[in-house]
Antibody
Framework: EVQLVESGGGLVQPGGSLRLSCAAS????????MSWVRQAPGKGLEWVAN????????HYVDSVKGRFTISRDNAKNSMYLQMNSLRAEDTAVYYCAREGWESSGFDCWGQGTLVTVSS | QSVLTQSPSASGTPGQRVTISCSGSSSNIGSNFVFWYRHLPGTAPKLLIY???QRPSGVPDRFSGSKSGTSASLAISGLRSEDEADYYCAAWDGSLSGWVFGGGTKLTVL
């Protein structure tokens, strides 16, 4: 069964850091692009970042550039999101999502992990 | 403000057909595929439509997608109470080098 499980969320003060993890199973992780997508309270879905299969190419939404870093370890079937200089507006449920082959969209999602930035 | 524009709400009665629209620009919908997702807050979003009109296996043919120029739409026929959810369109934006989502449409089945 294809599965994505996020972890690492929690309460952090403004300006603090947090590292999210996404553990993948049930598929060949190294052959897929992967993304982080978030949903702030009462808001819609917002794509945050993605990373190419071998990690050589990464893209970020403007609002997190310079603060967040996406990475992956294909040997551990895992993806990460290092979040620094966190702001209140980063408060959201963060989802890990697989980008399917050949333009098939985000075809698998995790259940999400909640990040709350508050003093 | 989302890059893709959706009406915030839509509604219909059981058995009816509803359409949810999504408007973008030449850098996203106009030059790339459109995708549709269904989401109930607190759960994992689900892919409904990919490549403008293709349905993943397991998605009933009551759901259909279309695209014309810089706009796209999702149609749901034979509306059921379990179709109540938030629906999002998405596309790759070449100018932003990133994925963009619509603001979401909350579908209510009356």
């Amino acid at each position: 069964e294809v599965q994505l499980v996020e972890s690492g969320g929690g309460l952090v003060q403004p300006g603090g850091s947090l590292r999210l993890s996404c553990a993948a199973s049930g598929f060949t992780f190294s052959t897929y692009w992967m993304s982080w997508v978030r949903q702030a309270p009462g808001k819609g879905l917002e794509w945050v970042a993605n990373i190419k299969k071998e990690g050589s190419e990464k893209h970020y939404v403007d609002s997190v550039k310079g603060r967040f870093t996406i990475s992956r370890d294909n040997a551990k079937n895992s993806m990460y999101l290092q979040m620094n200089s966190l702001r209140a507006e980063d408060t959201a449920v963060y989802y890990c999502a697989r980008e399917g082959w050949e333009s098939s969209g985000f075809d698998c999602w995790g259940q999400g992990t909640l990040v709350t930035v508050s003093s | 403000q989302s890059v893709l524009t959706q009406s915030p709400s839509a509604s219909g009665t059981p058995g009816q057909r509803v359409t949810i629209s999504c408007s973008g620009s030449s850098s996203n919908i106009g030059s790339n595929f459109v995708f549709w997702y269904r989401h109930l807050p607190g759960t994992a979003p689900k892919l409904l439509i990919y490549m403008n009109h293709q349905r993943p296996s397991g998605v009933p043919d009551r759901f259909s997608g279309s695209k014309s120029g810089t706009s796209a739409s999702l149609a749901i026929s034979g509306l059921r109470s379990e179709d109540e959810a938030d629906y999002y369109c998405a596309a790759w934006d070449g100018s932003l080098s990133g994925w963009v989502f619509g603001g979401g449409t909350k579908l209510t089945v009356l």
